[in-house]
């Protein structure tokens, strides 16, 4: 069974929290890795000589309506990755979610420092003045800093649809955080999936960012909870009171806070496409859209 069900976009506004949740519906299989990243723009030219590795994600599927994967950077491919997808999973669905540009750049930016992708003295002025340095298509090595032009969804967002036509579902981050089980219940209604059979006391956000004292200890942890995300999500009463004590030890909050000059002008360069996006979905009768896109 190849999946159809992909959580394409976009990175930082609440997919690995709506990938955990929808994998609590028992007619939806999830993949052992919630970012397979087969159809990923940086991957997309070897898929073929990776297309056994990333079979072995689902397997142990056993009759799910449903089987989905989770990567948000898949979205930043716009129309070569929808055009893969679509090849390899003519059935398949998409599920866009997306958020304030300027909120995202600034989680994108939290979670990257979390991660020691991006040096601890880097604050976030600094930071964007290394993201007005990218220019060009998105590449593996400039992705840390790519996430300033990420912002821009108009042009993709119509590439995806393009390929997917009623296919695809646009939602907002702002529903996820105004009120989630309403959030994914209309998400299920859109997949005809009854949200009765999902247990909203099992459902805690994902991929909260924080500051770790140790980059060495941060890294190895990451790689410890990616070779057992398959085990986390059968069994999570065993990740938790590990993750606790690890955040106990190592972490700290992340309490840095974006300076009104910047906030206005970062407003001020996402300002156009936020009306071409606005206005595009209102073009597909997408209606309740957040203030960021209506104003």
């Not at 959580?7 to 930082?12: L, N, R, S």
């Not at 909203?200 to 500051?211: L, T």
């Amino acid at each position: 069974m190849v999946p159809n069900l992909f959580v394409a976009g976009v990175p930082k506004a609440g997919t690995t929290s709506l990938f955990h949740y929808l994998a609590l519906h028992p007619d939806v299989f999830p993949s052992s890795r919630k970012e397979p990243g087969f159809f990923h723009p940086f991957k997309i030219k070897d898929m073929d000589s990776n297309l056994e590795a990333y079979k072995k994600f689902f397997v142990g599927h056993s009759g799910q309506k449903y089987v989905i994967e989770a990567t948000p950077g898949y979205f930043y491919g716009g129309k070569e990755t929808a055009t893969a997808i679509d090849t390899y999973s003519s059935e398949s669905k998409i599920i866009i979610v997306l958020r304030n540009p300027v909120e995202r750049l600034f989680s994108f930016y939290k979670y990257k420092k979390s991660l020691g992708h991006i040096g601890a003295s880097l604050n976030f002025d600094k930071y964007i003045s290394k993201c007005k340095k990218q220019t060009g298509p998105i590449e593996r090595e400039t992705y840390d800093f790519w996430a300033m032009i990420g912002g821009k969804y108009s042009k993709l967002l119509s590439e995806w649809y393009e390929i997917f036509g009623e296919r695809m579902l646009v939602c907002f981050f702002d529903d996820m955080i105004k009120n989630e089980p309403k959030f994914i219940e209309e998400i299920c209604k859109w997949l005809d999936l009854e949200k009765k059979h999902i247990d909203d006391g099992k459902a805690k956000v994902q991929n909260k960012s924080m500051i770790y004292r140790s980059k060495r200890l941060q890294r190895v942890a990451t790689s410890f909870d990616s070779m057992f995300s398959g085990v986390w999500y059968y069994l999570p009463w065993i990740k938790l009171p590990f993750s606790g004590l690890y955040n106990l030890f190592n972490a700290k909050p992340h309490n840095e806070t974006i300076s009104d000059s910047l906030r206005a002008e970062l407003i001020e360069y996402y300002q156009e496409d936020m009306k071409q996006t606005g206005d595009f979905l209102k073009e597909k009768q997408i209606e309740n859209l957040p203030d960021w896109l209506s104003n």
